[in-house]
């Protein structure tokens, strides 16, 4: 599956941003989605993982209470909508699309067959 992650940008502290990520084929809706995110000279870090049929959702510690993660397999897209935001979120944010995901895996890269290009955060201080 092709996946297209879009909607990042600049904004200031305490501000929202809405990334979004879609596809084309309609199996996206046999994948669960996660959001990772990369910040210069740091390692790829799991943000967020939605299921397949939208019930089941994680969220990192670091999003808890600021982050929301949600789909729309109609529309074969899932979108993180990012509130609070604070400089630290600053990084390349990727979705990506796994088959096989597992609670032990949901936060590891390698767990995730597909991956989208990954759209850029920024947040100013």
């Known amino acids: 599956v092709q996946l297209q992650a879009c909607g990042g940008g600049l904004v200031q502290a305490g501000g929202s941003l809405r990334v979004s990520c879609a596809a084309s084929?309609?199996?996206?809706?046999?994948?669960?989605i996660g959001w990772f995110r990369q910040a210069p000279g740091k390692e790829r870090e799991s943000v967020a993982r939605?299921?397949?049929?939208?019930?089941?959702?994680w969220l990192s510690d670091s999003a808890k209470g600021r982050f929301t993660i949600s789909r729309d397999n109609a529309k074969n897209t899932v979108t993180l909508q990012m509130n609070s935001l604070e400089p630290e979120d600053t990084a390349v944010y990727y979705c990506?699309?796994?088959?096989?995901?597992?609670?032990?895996?949901?936060?590891?890269?390698?767990?995730?067959?597909?991956w989208g290009q990954g759209t850029q955060v920024t947040v100013s201080s």
């Open positions: 990506a699309a796994g088959s096989t995901i597992i609670i032990s895996t949901i936060r590891s890269a390698s767990a995730y067959q597909y």
């Open positions: 084929e309609p199996t996206f809706s046999t994948y669960d």
């Open positions: 939605i299921s397949r049929d939208g019930r089941s959702k």
